[in-house]
């Protein structure tokens, strides 16, 4: 496969900006090899400079669930930058968009559009401190909710595939307020609302975990988190910004009927574009500023294009037969991989959710981040290198999901698993 073009942009980037990237984990630093530069994308599939063609689970990591320029989107992004890019000023779009939100996610009354997932769990956690006059948070090890100070303690995404455990930079008193415990386990949970009596402002959890690859909840884990913060009077924030519209139209809370009191969303709902948004109970977001006392402001927030891309992605996916579509791609991926590395004799676990799943190389099934480590992330650099080769762009890291998309067909499925049965024979 020629990469010329992309390792030359990839030297020139590197001259300008940290890395050669914008964001780490695209920087292949953990699977080895130097990143592809992409020229366009085109329903499942994307082409880099050198002209290959990928079939892309990646999906932008999360947001391209209509796959690469859905025609609907572009017309209406077409249409949108024509009027104005970006006001600074109310516009009915961000109305209609949050009422879509609303409507499929009724844990959520009200909410405020920023542009990014990262401001949307910040957020969402200064307003849960201020809503209950309590400091502390809760956060599991290997849960990511962006790149906030106080929320960079054993995360998961780009901190846990560099294998960084703490961010530099973060001064100890940011997280001292932040308490980690691991993923599934309600007993550590009860021991610290416990340990810290009247302390605890909030549990931000994702719902179905993500970004140590995807960790799906126990059963009754987030129903005994509905339970305790309740007892304990604190809040319970879910993190949907990948869940979101993804694994149900209406959410994880959806999907395992658990009502939140606050939820943050982020990459689909902007079909794209940079958004992040943060709601739930309307006593709670009545405290944010120009309402209340809370302070969170953005000049690109609810910005035109993000909106409408946002609204066109919501139209599509609240069609009926759209998430059993999803369904029925998605478990053919995961039972082929399954299949197809029985056959190749490696022992491999695949948990998914919709169509949100990841491959550990691992005996033990997955349930928290100190499992997910114990994956043998060597062989998955191999897995990826080989899959890249055969035309597969899979996740560049152990700990983030793959993604199929409305676009990806059958064929593109049968496709993708003939070359993880290839991948794993080189690989080993
Ligand atoms: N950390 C994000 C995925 N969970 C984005 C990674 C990237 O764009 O490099």
């Not at 959410?251 to 992040?276: M, R």
């Not at 676009?407 to 993708?416: L, R």
Request: aromatic share 8%; charged share 15%.
């Amino acid at each position: 496969m020629n990469r010329e073009r992309s390792e030359k942009l990839f030297t020139q980037a590197q001259r300008y900006l940290p890395g050669g990237v914008s964001s780490p984990v695209r920087a292949f630093k953990a699977v080895g090899g130097n990143p592809l530069f992409i020229r366009k994308g085109a329903g499942s599939k994307i082409y880099d400079e050198d002209g290959n063609q990928f079939i892309d689970y990646v999906c932008s990591w999360g947001p391209l669930i209509l796959g690469h320029c859905h025609p609907k989107i572009v017309a209406a992004l077409k249409k949108v930058v024509e009027q104005g890019i970006s006001f600074g000023a109310p516009t009915e779009l961000e109305t209609t968009l949050a009422k879509a939100i609303c409507t499929a996610m009724p844990s959520i009354e009200m909410l405020r559009f920023v542009s990014s997932g990262t401001e949307a769990a910040m957020s969402a956690i200064r307003l849960a401190r201020a809503f209950t006059a309590r400091d502390k948070v809760v956060k599991f090890a290997g849960g990511y909710h962006g790149h906030s100070d106080g929320l960079l303690a054993r995360a998961g995404s780009g901190v846990a595939t560099l294998g960084i455990p703490d961010s530099a930079g973060v001064p100890s008193n940011y997280t001292q307020n932040t308490l980690v415990t691991p993923y599934n386990n309600t007993e550590a949970v009860e021991q610290l609302f416990k340990r810290y009596p009247g302390q605890i402002a909030a549990i931000i959890v994702e719902p179905m975990a993500a970004n140590m690859g995807v960790v799906p909840p126990q059963p009754g884990f987030l129903k005994r988190l509905r339970r305790l913060t309740e007892e304990f009077g604190a809040l319970l924030i879910f993190d949907e910004v990948i869940t979101g519209f993804r694994v149900a139209y209406g959410g994880a809370q959806a999907l395992y009927g658990i009502t939140p009191d606050l939820t943050c969303l982020g990459k689909i709902i902007g079909g794209g574009l940079p958004v992040g948004a943060y709601g739930g109970r309307k006593d709670i977001m009545q405290m944010i500023a120009p309402l209340g006392s809370v302070y969170q402001a953005g000049t690109l927030s609810g910005n035109p294009l993000a909106m409408t891309a946002g609204i066109s992605t919501l139209k599509i996916l609240s069609q009926p037969e759209v998430y059993n579509q999803l369904e029925a791609r998605s478990s053919l991926l995961e039972k082929g991989i399954a299949a197809i590395a029985a056959k190749a004799g490696v022992v491999v676990q695949v948990p998914r959710v919709g169509s949100a799943l990841t491959v550990f190389f691992c005996q033990e099934s997955v349930l928290n981040y100190e499992v997910a480590k114990r994956a043998d992330t060597k062989l998955y650099s191999k897995f990826f290198q080989q899959l890249l080769s055969g035309g597969i762009y899979w996740p560049p890291s152990q700990f983030e999901a793959a993604f199929v998309s409305l676009t990806h067909t059958t064929e593109d499925i049968q496709t993708t698993v003939e070359a993880i049965g290839k991948a794993l024979k080189s690989a080993l």
